[in-house]
């Protein structure tokens, strides 16, 4: 459908190499002590990886339906209320 | 929109060109077809992430009130087979993406190859969580009457164990989350048997390959569960 890209296959190929080195990335970065930020490196390595799949895996950058482009904003939109605002009920309790 | 496009399914039935038997009478074209499939498959996907995101809630909860007990637990996790199965996953996303592009530029002998590809992949997959699984049983770390984890120490707490209670709930959520992804897989694999079937006959064509496509989104999804699974699980908690 999306014309803009001359060779997919190598866009493909150039994503797959690139997640598999995320992952060798974050298996070396859980090995280091990074204190509490070793949850917050391997988690945004996490979402990197997310989100090279759904945009070149699952097209999402050359979707040509505006429609399903609000479904996935609307979806992240509401896994974040739902782990935000529980994490932030949970985290606060001790605090009184 | 709708009216221009009865118009044109009208046009199109009385020129007598409306013979395209993968195209549904209430439909107007192909591409309308394939827009709606897509929409209700990303909408599936959107429930799926809720479905998950509830787990990986209880998850990140229970981490924050049992802390030492889960980085305990989570350094009896085989690192080398995560990650292994992370780098099968994403392989497979790769056959999966070839697949795709395979129908859609008719190219029968990629298609094929690539849907071969990806069951096997997926059986890797499931063999390796397989071993870990027997691992699991065989040390006792299955919650239930026989758990055992007792004398283990506190990871930076030198003569402090963790306790036993706190850490089966890490086990709980280990096999229910990990559980429900392998499920997630054996019915991915259950769609890729039946997408080969019907490339081996030939259904799908440059016009009409929406069911690779959809299978696919649908494995894209199973891959990104485990690209977060596997370091909330596995790395978070590792390091000394």
Redesign the interface.
């Known amino acids: 459908m999306s014309e803009h890209s001359s060779s997919?296959?190598k866009t493909?190929?150039t994503i797959?190499l690139t997640?598999?080195a995320g992952?060798a990335l974050?298996?070396y970065?859980?090995?280091?002590?990074?204190g509490h930020f070793?949850?917050a490196v391997?988690?945004t390595?996490?979402s990197c990886?997310?989100l090279l799949?759904?945009l070149?895996?699952?097209h999402i950058r050359g979707?040509?339906?505006k429609?399903?482009k609000l479904?996935?904003i609307?979806?992240v939109f509401?896994?974040l209320i739902?782990?935000a605002l529980?994490?932030a009920d949970?985290?606060t309790r001790a605090w009184s | 929109m709708p009216g221009s496009q009865a118009t044109h399914s009208q046009t199109v039935a009385v020129h007598g060109e409306a013979h395209n038997p993968a195209l549904l009478h209430h439909f107007a074209e192909p591409q309308q077809q394939r827009?709606a499939a897509?929409?209700g498959m990303?909408?599936f996907?959107?429930t799926e992430?809720?479905f998950f995101?509830?787990l990986?809630?209880a998850y990140?909860?229970y981490r924050?009130?049992y802390f030492a007990e889960f980085s305990a637990a989570s350094k009896t996790l085989a690192?080398s087979l995560g990650?292994t199965n992370?780098?099968v996953l994403?392989?497979s996303?790769?056959t999966?993406?070839?697949a795709v592009?395979a129908a859609q530029h008719a190219r029968r002998s990629m298609l094929l190859g690539n849907l071969i590809l990806t069951i096997i992949l997926g059986f890797v997959f499931l063999g390796i969580k397989a071993v870990e699984y027997n691992e699991k049983f065989e040390k006792h770390h299955v919650p239930g009457p026989s758990f055992q984890f007792s004398e283990v120490n506190v990871p930076g707490h030198p003569g402090q164990y963790a306790n036993p209670s706190h850490a089966q709930i890490f086990f709980a959520l280990y096999f229910v989350m990990t559980g429900l992804h392998a499920l997630h897989m054996i019915i991915g694999i259950g769609i890729f048997v039946w997408l080969l079937v019907m490339a081996w006959k030939g259904r799908f064509t440059p016009e009409y390959n929406t069911p690779v496509e959809m299978g696919?989104?649908y494995w894209?999804?199973v891959?990104?569960v485990w690209?977060?699974l596997?370091?909330?699980l596995?790395?978070?908690?590792?390091?000394?």
Not at chain 1, 29 to 34: E, K, N, R
Request: hydrophobic share 65%; net charge negative; glycine share 4%.
């Open positions: 997919p296959l493909y190929v797959w997640l598999l992952t974050t298996v970065a859980s090995t280091v002590d990074l070793n949850a391997a988690l390595i996490a990886k997310a799949v759904a070149f895996f699952m979707a040509s339906e429609l399903v479904v996935v609307a979806t509401f896994l739902l782990l529980s994490m949970y985290a | 827009d897509s929409l990303w909408i996907l959107a992430v809720m995101g509830g990986f809630c990140l909860i924050l009130k690192l990650a992370t780098a994403i392989c996303s790769l999966v993406v070839l592009y696919g989104l894209h999804f891959d990104i690209i977060y596997f370091p909330l596995y790395l978070i908690d590792r390091h000394p």
